[in-house]
């Protein structure tokens, strides 16, 4: 921080990641507590947040994908399929083959937690598309293991 006690940009970036890391260790665990779901939220919405002021639309679409995730995962759709949608908007901006596709796996998440699973489908079988043309094998495979059964 500087000595006035504003952020930098190195700060945003650092609270960035620690509040997307600790989001995954929650989002991890299968023994969470009510609270620790409140907590989760608000870790990935504050990692979001200090992106908003040290990252840019490849930062902003992965934290949306992370929140959507999150919502995802505990059964909240609305929220869930809202980020995914600005995740899907933010990874169009920046034209990456990782960042689509992760977008769409988040769309397939998002929708399936909705119950909507025609359009789960859909976007399940966008992000496989996206995922066959990704060069690098391991981040092809990373969105292709996170596809969700639908």
Not at 16 to 31: E, S, V
Request: glycine fraction near 8%; proline fraction near 1%; charged fraction near 25%.
């Amino acid at each position: 921080m500087t000595q006035g006690g504003s952020m930098t940009q190195d700060d945003h970036r650092a609270f960035a990641a620690r509040y997307f890391n600790a989001t995954w260790g929650l989002l991890d665990r299968t023994d969470r507590t009510a609270g620790e779901d409140m907590q989760m939220i608000h870790y990935a919405h504050a990692s979001r947040a200090h992106w908003q002021e040290a990252g840019g639309a490849r930062e902003w679409a992965i934290g949306e994908w992370q929140i959507s995730r999150v919502y995802a995962t505990l059964g909240h759709g609305e929220a869930a399929l809202r980020h995914a949608l600005e995740s899907l908007r933010r990874a169009e901006e920046v034209e990456d083959l990782f960042l689509l596709a992760s977008a769409h796996e988040g769309l397939a998440r998002a929708y399936r937690a909705a119950g909507d699973v025609d359009s789960a489908q859909d976007h399940a079988m966008l992000a496989r598309a996206a995922a066959a043309e990704i060069e690098d094998e391991e981040d092809r495979s990373v969105i292709l293991g996170d596809l969700p059964p639908v």
